[in-house]
């Protein structure tokens, strides 16, 4: 029941009708984004997983978050159970064969999967604002050291790049000041504390190389297959602004890497963004603005994004206008907010005259889901009370040694487990720190020499003064003068070798960041 051009997802039903009418997402139109809600309980990860199964056969790679570890079966052959093989039977899926499918797993802690890892500079000062929840006088001057990062040509792949830069802005307080506004050492430290905190939740494993390839998660097998990305995220979870910045970056990543498609005949990419809620809670309204660019722009990169959360009312109004294929578990309508939750739901849809969407939504049993894709011209179709297709692949998690067997076979097994720490901010820093300390201690031992040579000298006339002929005053004034002339002439060419150091080393640092200021994209990222 799936043809080349379309993923089945369920069959919808008329009245005493039984379920007989297929209900499929065109794939032409799955780059215009998606909407998957419920309450807990109500079908929503089966129905991703239904999904990503259907993209990977379709040849779509697939990014999703394994929030519970209960994605983590879609890497294993399913097993004949009666209450799947009775669903597939009511929905007429003829034959319901099981499949195991092409999977990559990830983990930012590199437990559970291929380490995920970007770097400072990749990231940037706007998503790691958001990240350390920085205060707007702190984001200014995290602006600031990415702007002297990038003028002064100082790589920051990890935490200690940002931590010595961090400290050396602090030490030149004062000049940066004249150049970019006040920095604040207050702020600084504020920084610095919130680094310390991040570092203590994991942050420092995320921070570093080698980063992240996008072309590494968008992977076909020989077969034609798409790859199924899936990222451990039951222990990431625990730091939810972690979790969300991080998959708000992918996303961001594609939309700098990837070139312009329009509207190809499949997407490029599908991307499943599980308790979407954390990408929008308390983020300020600039970056609300900039999450609504990426999403209204990144389908024209072949890029589908699916937002998948327990509320419609979760998603700004900004970005909902714009996913156009949504999926409705059920919810409850027990407060207030939930009633205007399903509500909000129910007018969301194209109307359809067989029942009431706002009493169809509060009574759908568990795998049924009200279902409105985009048809052709990319109108939205009339909504439908559907029952999900049951997965092919196993329903629940796989054990630690199919993880690992996985892991070792995996197509980038190998490429991402060992940290490589290059020449970057902080060996710079400290480079520099120890030449401006020799520097110093040069010039402190050129300047006890002088005073070592003036004092040798001053004794000298005294002795010259006190041993003139017959005591007659005057007398040998003409080699006191000439020993006069040689101290000036040591003291003018000892300030002289200090300036020329000190321009030399001016030039130097001038010379080497020519050319060095990066270009940044729509969220801060480097643009390659």
């Known amino acids: 029941m799936t043809a080349n051009d379309r993923i089945f997802i369920g069959a919808s039903r008329k009245p005493d009708d039984g379920y007989q009418k297929p209900e499929e997402l065109l794939l032409k139109y799955a780059n215009r984004h998606g909407l998957v809600t419920g309450a807990t309980g109500t079908g929503k990860t089966v129905t991703l997983q239904i999904l990503a199964e259907s993209f990977s056969n379709a040849g779509v790679p697939v990014f999703a978050a394994d929030i519970k570890g209960d994605l983590s079966g879609i890497a294993t052959m399913g097993e004949p159970k009666d209450f799947l093989t009775k669903r597939a039977e009511a929905i007429r899926l003829e034959p319901y064969e099981f499949q195991e499918f092409p999977v990559i797993f990830w983990d930012l802690f590199g437990e559970q999967g291929h380490p995920i890892r970007t770097t400072i500079s990749e990231m940037g000062p706007l998503l790691l604002s958001r990240l350390m929840n920085l205060s707007d006088a702190q984001e200014g001057v995290l602006n600031i050291a990415f702007e002297i990062a ?75 297959r798409g790859a199924i990305n899936v990222l451990a995220a039951d222990k990431l979870m625990m730091n939810p602004r972690l979790y969300a910045t991080f998959l708000l970056w992918l996303l961001s990543e594609l939309f700098e890497e990837l070139p312009e498609v329009g509207d190809p005949d499949k997407p490029r990419l599908i991307f499943f963004f599980d308790e979407a809620h954390l990408l929008f809670d308390e983020a300020p309204p600039v970056l609300l603005q900039r999450i609504e660019q990426v999403v209204r722009l990144i389908r024209s990169k072949g890029v589908g994004v699916f937002f998948v959360t327990q509320n419609p009312l979760d998603v700004p109004d900004t970005v909902l206008s714009q996913l156009g294929n949504r999926i409705q578990h059920a ?92 020449v970057s901010a902080y060996e710079e820093l400290q480079k520099r720190a120890k030449q401006a300390a020799l520097e110093e201690a040069e010039a402190k031992r050129r300047v006890e020499e002088e005073a070592t040579r003036e004092e040798q000298l001053r004794r000298e006339e005294e002795e010259q003064s006190s041993g003139t002929p017959w005591g007659i005053p005057g007398f040998g004034d003409d080699s006191r003068s000439k020993s006069r002339s040689r101290t000036t002439r040591r003291r003018m060419s000892n300030r002289q070798t200090v300036a020329e150091a000190a321009v030399k080393s001016v030039v130097r640092s001038v010379g080497s960041s020519l050319g060095r200021a990066l270009v940044r994209g729509i969220l801060g990222s480097l643009r390659r």
């Open 150 to 224: 990038d003028e002064e040509g100082l790589l920051l792949l990890d935490m200690k790049d940002l931590r010595s830069l961090l400290a050396n802005i602090s030490e030149r307080a004062d000049e940066i000041s004249r150049r970019y506004g006040n920095v604040a050492k207050a702020s600084v430290g504020a920084i610095q504390r919130s680094l310390l905190v991040l570092e203590r939740q994991g942050g420092e494993m995320f921070f570093g190389e080698p980063a992240l390839r996008i072309s590494d998660i968008m992977r076909t097998t020989p077969d034609g």
């Open 331 to 422: 919810l409850r309508a027990y407060t207030p907010r939930e009633q205007k939750a399903v509500k909000t739901a129910a007018e969301t849809f194209r109307p359809n005259p067989d029942f009431d969407c706002y009493e169809a939504i509060t009574a759908l049993g568990v795998g049924e889901a009200l279902v409105s894709t985009l048809e052709a011209k990319g109108v939205p179709s009339m909504v439908q009370r559907t029952l999900i297709r049951p997965p092919s692949s196993r329903l629940g998690p796989i054990d630690d040694a199919e993880r690992a067997k996985l892991i070792k076979l995996s197509p980038v097994a190998g490429q991402y487990d060992e940290t490589v720490d290059r």
